[in-house]
């Protein structure tokens, strides 16, 4: 349910894709969170528009800012908060990104269940990959809060960016546990990055995070925590 139509606008900034599933899934978290908190714009930080300055040129009246990234490097820490500051404006503020979080760690487990894990399984996280340190301490936290919510040993591996590879991984992991191995997504939207999953030799391989009351209600606690910080 809509709360109060005069409270700040959100903005979601997601990373950019090409890919019409990515999109379509971007936009309906999107509704998803207008349905729950109010009016709800999609920016974005790389690959296509609109950009986060170009949807705040359009926006009027205080804005909150909401990183839908899974783990803080270059676009959270400093992409967004520089666009954010080359505006001037004070009515604007960046919330923390969607995780790490314990949330998403339930999440990864329904999401791996549903694609067939099963027990005895080796489960690697694999995650897009930055050279920003704190991203991968981000991706090794996630790791922790998925080995704990699952119960087993859990490696990352990544898809982009960072070593080791997940093919690489995967292969190792097989050899080294003699199992099956399941790969947990760790992609908020399907893509380039979860296409290259797909082929990367594992038994199972989990749907990105997607659409789900998880990822809601996620960005809208970070919206209205947020929500005191705002001066109009």
Do not use: K, W
């Not at 109010?38 to 986060?52: C, E, H, K, N, Q």
């Not at 859990?154 to 050899?175: C, F, K, Q, T």
């Not at 893509?191 to 009351?213: I, K, M, N």
């Amino acid at each position: 349910m809509n709360e109060n139509q005069h409270q700040p606008t959100l903005v979601l900034v997601a990373h950019g894709t090409r890919s019409p599933r990515g999109l379509d899934t971007i936009a309906r978290i999107a509704a998803a969170v207008s349905r729950e908190v109010g009016p709800t714009r999609v920016a974005f930080a790389d690959v296509l528009g609109p950009s986060l300055s170009e949807v705040l040129d359009e926006v009027d009246g205080p804005v909150i800012v909401v990183p839908a990234f899974l783990a803080s490097g270059y676009h959270v820490y400093t992409d967004v908060r520089e666009v954010v500051a080359r505006t001037g404006r004070r009515d604007v503020v960046v919330t923390d990104a969607l995780g790490p979080d314990v949330a998403l760690a339930s999440l990864l487990t329904d999401r791996l269940r549903a694609a067939g894990h099963a027990d005895g399984d080796a489960v690697v996280l694999a995650a897009a990959g930055s050279s920003d340190p704190r991203a991968l301490a981000d991706v090794e936290h996630a790791r922790v809060l998925l080995a704990r919510e699952l119960g087993v040993a859990v490696s990352v591996g990544y898809v982009a960016a960072g070593a080791p590879r997940v093919p690489d991984l995967v292969a190792a992991v097989r050899e080294h546990a003699g199992a099956r191995v399941a790969v947990a997504s760790y992609l908020l939207a399907p893509g380039l990055f979860h296409d290259r999953l797909r082929t990367c030799g594992a038994d199972v391989v989990a749907d990105p995070l997607g659409v789900h009351d998880v990822v809601t209600r996620l960005v809208a606690a970070r919206y209205r925590s947020a929500r005191v910080a705002v001066h109009a």
